[in-house]
């Protein structure tokens, strides 16, 4: 306890350079847990939309595997055939899509069109879903809307939909809110989507299957079918994503580090300035019979304590500033993009104290080796 109340009154006998410090390592620390909360939330939301997704099996070309249809739909009608002969054969059903964006960056202007054959409704890709207004389903003409998309562009029964010169939809449905990414997209027909694109092709074909059935041997037997399309199961799609996303969060850390080296700059010029003004101080406690340890664990947790300060400020405001961010998400895409979680909290509040450890070693070193003659003698 004796140490710690050294470690504190010299922390508050300079109070502007300690606050200072402080916050270098608050606002590295708030930067690493906001920069890492966003792999966390498009962890968390992806895998609940997926959860949510029909179809056990989603067909691809091959090299368009992962979370994305292709960027131009290359299926082509005679492999879609060819395809839904072998999941006729194998008791499965295909259902073919495309997704189409129309509208620029901002969520306010951009429009996401899923394309399904004439007669299917996006229950069947997305169960549970309810018609709030109008139609489940929509007709050759006409298109069902999410409750969020519908409502933040606001669209209502009859609105138009200008796919292009040639191609205009009407709102025939407009769906109840489920929380998820059918929320934010509009159900077109098939056969609209690829005139817009001027191709016959599709994007994915999407195949559901028998309860009892094995998606795995399922997948496999598709793609010694037809040739030149990957079949992937939900886990294997789960899968693609944690890895992307485990890269994506070690360049965000990276980014990160820069704040972080910084903070432990800031922390380590903070102690050391405090060293060389204390070597009166610690010489005195040499002469007193004070160990060398004895100081160098004196220095080593003022800069600790400084970190975990600092560690605690900037997950508190990493919290807030990701809470503001998924408020804004949730009422422009219907998901939380942003998720501080218990093991994004704790490995900020180690990185925080291994920045403090690390900053405090030389400095402690150094203290602890200041002669006890050349300390007294200084005034």
């Known amino acids: 306890m004796e140490v710690f109340h050294l470690v504190l009154r ?28 966003f792999g966390e939330g498009l962890r968390r939301s992806l895998f609940q939309e997926l959860s949510r997704v029909g179809p056990a099996i989603q067909v691809v070309p091959e090299g368009a595997e992962g979370l994305s249809f292709s960027t131009y739909p290359e299926i082509t009608p005679a492999q879609v055939q060819a395809l839904e002969r072998a ?7 295909v259902v073919p899509t495309l997704f189409l964006v129309r509208g620029g960056f901002d969520p306010q202007t951009s429009f996401f069109f899923q394309g399904l054959p004439q007669g299917v409704g996006p229950d069947r890709l997305y169960p549970g879903l309810k018609a709030k207004e109008g139609r489940l389903t929509p007709s050759e003409g006409g298109a069902v809307v999410g409750a969020k998309l519908a409502k933040r562009a606001g669209l209502s029964l009859g609105s138009p939909l200008r796919l292009s010169p040639k191609v ?9 809110e489920s929380g998820g ?22 994007g994915a074909l999407l195949v559901a299957l028998r309860p009892g059935q094995r998606a795995e041997e399922v997948a496999r037997a598709l793609e010694r079918a037809v040739p030149g ?18 890269i994506s969060d070690l360049v965000r850390f990276g980014i990160s580090l820069v704040a972080l080296v910084v903070g432990g700059l800031l922390v380590a010029n903070t102690v050391m300035m405090s060293v060389y003004e204390r070597t009166r101080e610690f010489g005195v406690m040499r002469a007193l019979g004070a ?4 100081i160098f664990r004196l220095v080593v947790l003022e800069a600790l304590l400084l970190a975990l300060l600092g560690g605690i400020g900037g997950l508190a405001l990493g919290g807030m500033v990701s809470q503001a961010i998924n408020l804004y998400t949730l009422s422009e895409v219907g998901l939380a993009l942003s998720a501080v979680t218990p093991r994004l909290s704790l490995f900020a509040l180690l990185v925080a104290l291994g920045l403090g450890l690390l900053a405090g070693l030389l400095p402690a070193h150094h203290a602890s080796r200041i002669p006890v003659v050349e300390a007294l003698g200084r005034v």
């Open 168 to 176: 205009t939809l009407r709102v025939e449905g407009i769906l109840e």
């Open 10 to 37: 010299n922390l508050l006998s300079r109070p502007v350079r300690s606050l200072l410090t402080l916050l270098g390592v608050l606002i590295a620390t708030a930067s690493m847990v906001l920069f890492l909360s």
């Open 229 to 246: 399309l990957k079949a992937q199961t939900t886990g294997e799609v789960m899968r693609f994503a944690e890895r992307a996303l485990r």
């Open 87 to 93: 999941a006729k054969a194998l008791g499965a059903e």
């Open 291 to 294: 160990k060398r340890g004895f």
């Open 181 to 202: 990414l059918a929320d934010n997209l509009i159900f077109a027909p098939l056969a609209a989507l690829q005139a817009v694109l001027g191709t016959e092709n599709v």
